[in-house]
């Protein structure tokens, strides 16, 4: 695990910001946020490294996805076995946090909450998202550097 601290364009926090500001720091040119399949790719690609972005309250896939699995175990090793990222960041504001497969699994298995999704339009399944702690993850991150 490392750490990379970067600029940001603007004080607004989310998935998409973060996802972007983290983009522009490799010097790449930003596409559209989750236009890229978990499977097909990952939200940054660098040669050798294919990096996916995670930031608050984010969700490991759609629950459309998760295959029918309901707990956390199973539905990571959905995720596992299909995603095309070999490498984690979790963003908070300027700093970014990368980690490897072994540390994102301890670090789902930490930080994030199984949830089903609203049963309107014959949704109902179950997803991973991250808790709402980031004070408790970055004292985590900071604690295995």
């Known amino acids: 695990m490392y750490k990379m601290t970067f600029e940001t364009t603007s ?4 998935g998409i910001r973060e996802q972007e500001d983290l983009t522009r720091a490799f010097g790449l040119p930003y596409m559209r946020h ?6 097909a790719g990952s939200d940054i690609e660098l ?3 294919h990096i996916s972005v995670k930031s608050f309250h984010f969700t490991l896939m759609a629950s459309s996805l998760c295959e ?3 707990t956390l175990p199973e ?3 959905v995720y596992a076995r299909r995603t095309a990222s070999t490498e984690w960041a979790y963003v908070i504001g300027g700093t970014a946090y990368f980690m490897n497969k072994d540390e994102f699994k301890a670090f789902i298995f ?3 909450t199984i949830e089903r999704d609203s049963v309107k339009g014959g949704g109902g399944n179950f997803k991973v998202r991250g808790k709402r702690n980031e004070k408790a993850m970055v004292k985590w991150f900071e604690s295995l550097m």
């Open 11 to 14: 004080v607004a926090r989310g």
């Open 34 to 39: 989750d236009s890229v399949p978990f499977w």
């Open 110 to 112: 930490q930080f994030t």
């Open 68 to 70: 029918g699995k309901t």
């Open 75 to 77: 539905i990571w090793e």
């Open 47 to 49: 040669p050798g490294r």
